[in-house]
């Protein structure tokens, strides 16, 4: 049994279920000590990411990891931009850039391509691209800088000191001390959704430190799995030289840090970019209704841009831009303006109320002795949910267009936040009484290419459209899972979508807004995101004078055909895998007559277990495994860690420091094409995500063999090729793969803060 959390009103919601009563406590929503509503929306210019401009090599780029600031609210250089006078304070961030460009004073600057996201990097499928991805977080002294943000070192994390809880001295261990951590940083890039090999796919355990001046004696330089396409570096370089191969569709993807244990941190932090590929057999669509190639809506940046060109709002670059790659994540801030992450597990229970200090199990600053006698780490929390919605680096931001089509390729960048989009505009932008229409989502491709079929999506609705130029009338849309639903994505999942503002006035407001929940997602119906915070995204104002002749030969939406790729061809092999979620076996909690989550004495591995009226405290860690099927009619999941020493085969990776042996379950032979079923034993939704291989959603059933809550087929905008899918509780999603290169790989939950805490597991293809 496990506490219940729902958000009522801004106000989450802490229960316990004890003796069939459900006790609750209600507190603030989380975040900083800046207030979000303090936060005016809608005066800061959408910022679109411009291109990375190498200035070396084509296909070749030196990139760094810098620390910096940056305008993320309002304030800076948005004032001079929008002739407002907010006082706002810049954020300290990290991201890439060029190696070559100076680090920025406040970004965005124009005098370098440091920036938050970063630049975006346009590739060409099927020429190869090479990356020097370098760990610069050194001051001017070329000493290493601390973490922004708290880093839990008990976790199953890098742990460049080897200061390991149980066993030898080694990296890449669960960490004795309750405190958090304050040496140099690890970092390894991984290229979300790339066919690559397995020395650059950004593996957790080779990660590597910034060649700093003040690295302890005594401290590895690298992870144990350290390797880079050269074989010939150590990992004592502060690099890593990646080769990607680039054979694979047009499509979006992105690349973010992926280092053991603290991806979390790392990517809040900043650290994130789009990475595209155009062109190849797949790159085009027909116009249904003519025969002949379709006409996508663009321009979009071009490297050699500056980032003030592509964000002044009356620029005409800015002004002529008809794609725009778009990422949302939820930050908080506190009042300095620096970004704000819980230190310490009671932040996920509600209970870190400012003044009230709660005695908490593992709260460093409370029970520091505590810790070394309890399973629950002291700073992670399950899953993290901010106040504040940040759209391409700047909170809440709006953007002009013309009442023409644009290309947005929407990315779902949160640590733990389901998004659920709609378009919502006032029908009549003279009216003083809004008369609210929905704006329809063409989606017409997903993480890893274009879609079979575009599909419109509105709330309630999921209409895969033939591509003639019908459009669906309301007698005629196909009803979605749910009537809550609209354009719903998990984590790291992509959608690439049109959007057609030709039919509105000028003037008129369109504001994408989000209806998921502010806490954990488990399926529809649900309780919507606060519509005073979170609930809104961005805003869009039709402005006729941006009309541009070229807008006039773009394709409609309703009449686009994807060119569909081929299948894959049957499965030879079906594996059971299991999503499973760990209880506590030494802490048991319960209410008190307050409603406080308060520990009692007791031990759930004890033979009496925890005292009446208790339960066992959790989630201690999420965890990936295999499927018992002892009781054929009621299976069960075989949770496993990360790393599980004598569990299923050992296989060796030979690295330039020698041959390292891993543990892995799943061994798909080289070129075989299988099916994974994915069990999910826990309560809430997960999106699994397969490093190295593209994959095809087969369907879903729940476990005990009713049907699934969104339907056994793929969703519509599953139909195409995807890197991630939403695993839904109580049920079996399956998905198809051809496992194409040989090495090592991972798969794991795309809640960053699951993947921290266990719920990743090495796969290895080929022999």
């Excluded at 460049?160 to 958090?180: K, N, Q, V, Y």
């Excluded at 399973?375 to 993290?384: F, G, S, V, Y």
């Excluded at 997960?686 to 059933?701: A, K, N, S, T, W």
Aim: proline share 11%; charged share 15%.
């Amino acid at each position: 049994m496990r506490a219940g959390r729902q958000w009522v009103g801004g106000f989450l919601i802490v229960a316990v279920a004890l003796g069939g009563s459900m006790q609750a406590q209600a507190q603030p929503a989380p975040g900083g000590s800046m207030d979000p509503l303090s936060i005016p929306k809608y005066v800061t210019p959408l910022v679109v990411p411009p291109v990375m401009n190498n200035d070396g090599a084509a296909d070749s780029y030196d990139i760094a990891v810098r620390q910096f600031q940056q305008q993320i609210l309002p304030g800076g250089i948005w004032n001079t931009l929008n002739g407002r006078n907010d006082q706002f304070p810049a954020t300290t961030v990290w991201s890439y850039g060029p190696a070559a460009d100076p680090t920025p004073a406040i970004a965005p600057d124009p005098s370098t391509q440091f920036n938050y996201p970063a630049y975006t990097i346009e590739t060409t499928a099927h020429v190869p691209v090479s990356v020097r991805w370098i760990n610069d977080l050194v001051d001017a002294q070329g000493n290493y800088l601390p973490h922004l943000l708290p880093v839990d070192q008990t976790l199953h994390w890098a742990n460049p000191p080897m200061d390991c809880r149980m066993g030898a001295s080694r990296t890449d261990c669960s960490g004795s001390s309750p405190m958090p951590y304050s040496g140099p940083t690890p970092i390894v890039t991984h290229v979300h959704g790339a066919h690559v090999d397995p020395h650059s796919d950004g593996y957790p355990e080779a990660w590597w430190l910034p060649a700093a001046a003040n690295i302890p004696a005594g401290w590895a330089a690298s992870g144990a799995l350290f390797d880079d396409a050269t074989g010939m570096n150590d990992g004592t370089l502060g690099y890593a030289d990646y080769l990607y191969r680039q054979d694979q569709p047009a499509t979006t993807l992105w690349y973010h840090d992926h280092a053991l244990g603290m991806t979390r941190l790392n990517v809040y932090a900043g650290p994130a970019g789009f990475w595209l590929v155009r062109g190849g057999a797949y790159d085009s669509v027909i116009d249904g209704k003519k025969g002949k190639p379709a006409i996508l809506p663009g321009p979009a940046p071009v490297a050699g841009q500056t980032v003030l060109e592509l964000n002044v709002p009356s620029d005409p670059i800015r002004t002529a831009l008809r794609e725009i790659p778009i990422v949302i994540q939820d930050r908080s801030f506190n009042a300095d303006g620096s970004l704000y992450y819980p230190d310490n597990r009671a932040f996920f229970e509600g209970l870190n109320v400012p003044g009230e200090p709660q005695q908490f199990p593992g709260d460093p600053e409370l029970q520091i002795d505590y810790v070394p006698d309890s399973d629950i780490a002291p700073i992670w929390n399950p899953e993290a949910f901010f106040n504040v919605m940040v759209v391409n680096g700047v909170s809440w931001p709006t953007m002009e267009v013309a009442p023409a089509r644009y290309r947005f390729r929407l990315l779902n960048g949160c640590n733990s936040r389901f998004l659920n989009l709609a378009l919502i505009y006032n029908e009549d932008p003279e009216d003083d009484v809004p008369q609210l229409g929905e704006l329809p989502f063409i989606q017409i491709g997903a993480e890893q290419g274009f879609l079979p079929q575009a599909v419109e999506i509105m709330t309630g609705f999921a209409t895969p459209l033939p591509g003639d130029g019908t459009r669906p009338k309301k007698r005629t849309r196909v009803a979605a899972a749910d009537p809550q639903q609209a354009l719903l994505m998990s984590l790291a999942e992509r959608a690439d979508v049109i959007v057609d503002f030709s039919d509105l006035d000028d003037g008129s407001i369109v504001t994408m807004i989000n209806t998921a929940p502010d806490a954990p997602f488990g399926g529809f119906p649900d309780i919507p995101a606060d519509p005073s915070t979170t609930g809104q995204v961005m805003r869009f104002v039709v402005n006729e004078k941006l009309v541009l002749h070229s807008d006039e030969a773009t394709t409609s939406p309703y009449r686009l055909q994807p060119v569909a790729e081929p299948r894959l061809g049957a499965s030879s092999v079906t594996r059971q895998v299991s999503l499973n979620e760990g209880e506590s076996e030494e802490v048991c909690v319960a209410n008190d007559a307050a409603g406080n989550l308060v520990q009692v004495v007791g031990s759930p591995h004890d033979p009496s277990g925890c005292p009446a009226g208790s339960v066992p405290f959790g989630p201690k860690e999420a965890l990936l495994g295999q499927v018992d099927f002892t009781d054929p009619v009621i299976p069960a999941g075989i949770p496993m860690k990360w790393t599980e020493e004598g569990v299923g085969v050992e296989k060796m990776v030979h690295l330039p420091s020698g041959p390292v042996g891993v543990w892995v379950t799943e061994n798909p032979a080289l070129g075989a094409t299988e099916e994974w079923e994915i069990y999910n034993f826990t309560a809430d939704a997960h999106p699994i995500h397969l490093h190295l291989v593209r994959f095809e959603v087969v369907g879903r059933r729940a476990i005990d063999g009713t049907p699934s809550i969104v339907g056994n087929a793929p969703q519509p905008w599953e139909s195409g090729y995807k890197d991630t899918v939403i695993s839904y509780p109580g049920e079996i999603t399956t998905v198809r793969a051809n496992f194409d290169v040989a090495g090592l790989y991972v798969w794991h939950c795309h809640i960053v803060e699951h993947e921290d805490n266990e719920m990743m597991r090495p796969y290895f293809v080929g022999p």
